[in-house]
C-alpha cells in the first residue's frame, strides 16, 4: 500500500511533476507566444516607426516640438506654415529686415510639400512627390542660390502608352518627334514633317482654347491627346479635360523636334543636398525664427504670442471655414512605396515614369535612385526604392483644381481675405494657385515687397 501509496505518490508526485513541466512548457509556449506576438507588434511598430522615422527632422532639437512653450512674448509675424512661401516670409523679413517670426506648422518637419529625406535605404527620396527645381526668373534663381549648391539637371521624363496596334511602348514625354514615329509608326525626321502631322490633326481656329480639352487639340492633335493627355488627365484630376481650365494643359510643353526635356526654362537643378537643407538654413539656428512643429493653427489660436502681422499660407478655405461658403475643391496625392532589387540595380528606364493609360490605377511612378543629387554611392546599391503615384480627393491638399467654379468661389474668399485685418494669405493653397516651386518663391518675395511698400513690415535693421 504504501508502495502503492507512494507509488500513487510517486504517481502523484510525477503527475504533478508532469503537469508542473507542461504547465511550464505551456507557460514557456505561451510565454513564446507572447513574445513572438509582441516582437511581431514591435516589428510592425519598428517598421512604421522605420517608415515614418525620418521625418523627424533636426531630431537634435527638441526645441521644434515644445509646442507654444518656450517662446518669446512678442513676434513681429507669426506664420501658419514652413513651407517654401512661409520659409521665404520669415527669411526675408529677419535678413533684409531685422524681423522676428514664429514658423508653425501642423506637420512633423519643415519644408512643405519640397520635404525630403534619406530613407533607409540610404536613398534621398521625398515624401510628397518628385520636385524639380527649374526656373526663368534670375531673381529666383539667385535667391534660391544663397541656400544650396545646386547640381544642373534636365528632367527627362518617358510614359508606358500604347501604340496603334495596343503594343506598349516606353516613349518621350512631353511628346516629340520619337513620341508619334513610335506610337503611330510614322517616319518623321523634320521639323516641317512634324508640323505637318500636327496640322492634320489639329483644328485651325482663331477663338483662343475655352478649356482643357481645347487647349490640348491646338497643341498636340487629336490622336496624342487621346493617348497621352486625355486618360492622364482624367485619374490625376477625376474630370475629363473639357471640366478643367485651359492652363492645366498649357503646362506641358509638346516639341517638334527631338528635343525630350521635360521643362523649358533656362535654369533647371537639383540642390546638392536637397530641399530639406535649404529650410534648415533658411529657417533654423537662428535668433529671430522660432519654428513649432507638430502645431496645428486652428487649435492654438487665441493662444499666439502677440504678433504684428500673420501669415496664412494654408488653405484659404479653411481659414474662413467660419463664414459659411463652399468649400474649394484640392486635388491631393498618396504612394505606395515597394523596395526592389532587380537586375543591375535599376526598376525603370527614367527617374519618372508616366503611366496614362486607364488600366493602371496610379498615374506615375518615381524611382529616385536615378536623382544625380543623391548621397555618393547610391547607383551602386543592389536596391531601389519605387514610388506609384495615386491621385486622390481625400488628403493633405496638394493642387488646387482650376476651373470656372472654382476660380469664381475663390474671388469671393479672395475678398474676405482683403477684408480680414492684420492677416496676410500667400502661396498655393492660400492663393489658390497652381504654382511651381519657382512661382511659389516669386511669389512670396514680391508679397513681402509689397507689404513693405504699404508699411505692413518696417525694418528694424538700417536699410
Ligand atoms: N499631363 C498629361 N499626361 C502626362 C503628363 C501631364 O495629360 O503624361 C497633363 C495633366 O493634365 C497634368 C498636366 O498635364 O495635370 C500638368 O502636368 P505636370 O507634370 O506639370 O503636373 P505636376 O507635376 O504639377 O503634377
Redesign the pocket.
Known sequence: MKDLKSSNNNNNQEDKEQAAEKSSVNLNLKFALICSSIGIILGHLLRDFQQKAPIMIDSKDPSLFRGLNGLKEEYDLVIVGAGLSGAVIAERARNELGLSSLVIDKREHIGGNCYDYIDQHGIRVSLYGVHIFHTKFPRVENYVKQFSDWVPYHHRVV?RVRDQNNTEKIVP?PPNIDTVNILFDANIDTEDDMVRWLDERRPKSDKPPQN?EEMSISRVGTDLYEK??KP??RK??DKW?ADLDAS??A??PYRTNRDDKYFDDYFQALPRDGYTAIFEKMLLNNDEIDVRLNVDYFKVMEDLPKHKLLVFTGPIDAYFASQGLAKLEYRSIYFETEYLEPNGGFFQPAWVV?H?GGEYGWTRISEYKHAPNQPQGVEKLPGTIIYREYSSDVGDPYYPVPNPRNQELYSKYQKLATEEKGVTFVGRLASYKYFNMDQAILNALELFDKLKEEGKVTGKKKQ
Do not use: A
Open positions: 510614359g514625354i482643357g497621352i493627355f492622364y488627365t490625376q484630376w479635360p492645366v494643359l503646362r506641358l508616366n496614362p
